[in-house]
Nanobody
């Protein structure tokens, strides 16, 4: 069982940066892939980025590639999403998720945090 808590969201201006954190409880986190998803008002939840348990592989949605970086520190049971050059289209609730498989599909992740709001003003 893994419990996830996101933090680091907020209100920022366009072209700013934010770093989201995902604190995990439970030793299983270090053996799980981790991902970030986001959901904007009136839209479906969408994949943002994923990282393998060993950090050997990462994968990004085209919309964030080159601007966002996913990472993790298994010793600290924490995952991160560094977001640079934010734009208003990045406004959403951001969720971290963990699961056995490295995937971009939300169905593959059984463990989810409660989300953190990111709002980017123009």
């Amino acid at each position: 069982q893994v419990h996830l808590v996101e933090s680091g969201g907020g209100l920022v201006q366009a072209e700013s940066s934010l770093r989201l954190s995902c604190a995990a409880s439970g030793s299983a986190f270090s053996r799980y892939a981790m991902a970030w998803f986001r959901q904007a008002p009136g839209k479906e939840r969408e994949f943002v980025a994923a990282i393998a348990w060993s950090s050997s592989s990462t994968y990004y949605a085209n919309s964030v590639k080159g601007r966002f970086t996913i990472s993790r520190d298994n010793a600290e049971n924490t995952g991160y999403l560094q977001m640079n050059n934010l734009n208003p289209e990045d406004t959403a609730v951001y969720y971290c998720a963990a699961g056995e498989y490295f995937s971009s599909y939300h169905d593959e992740y059984p463990y989810w945090g409660q989300g953190t709001q990111v709002t980017v003003s123009s």
